[in-house]
């Protein structure tokens, strides 16, 4: 597993916490490590997905994100 940080603007509350997570959650091969308001970070199997791809899951869900590292 990989990890990766990754930045968001447009969250504020915990039901943006909830949100930023559940989606994460959601794609085959990530495990969600932490999600506080601004930032997610998350451990990915690199075979199955792409830390742009996580960041596009996230801007998906109405927020912007990009990769921090
Ligand atoms: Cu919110």
Known sequence: MSNATLTITGMSCGHCVAAV????????????????????????????VTPAQLAQVVTDEGYAATVAG
């Open 21 to 48: 997570s559940n989606a994460l959650k959601a794609v085959d091969g990530v495990t969600v490590e932490d999600v506080r308001i601004g930032s997610a970070t998350v451990a990915f199997d690199a075979a199955k």
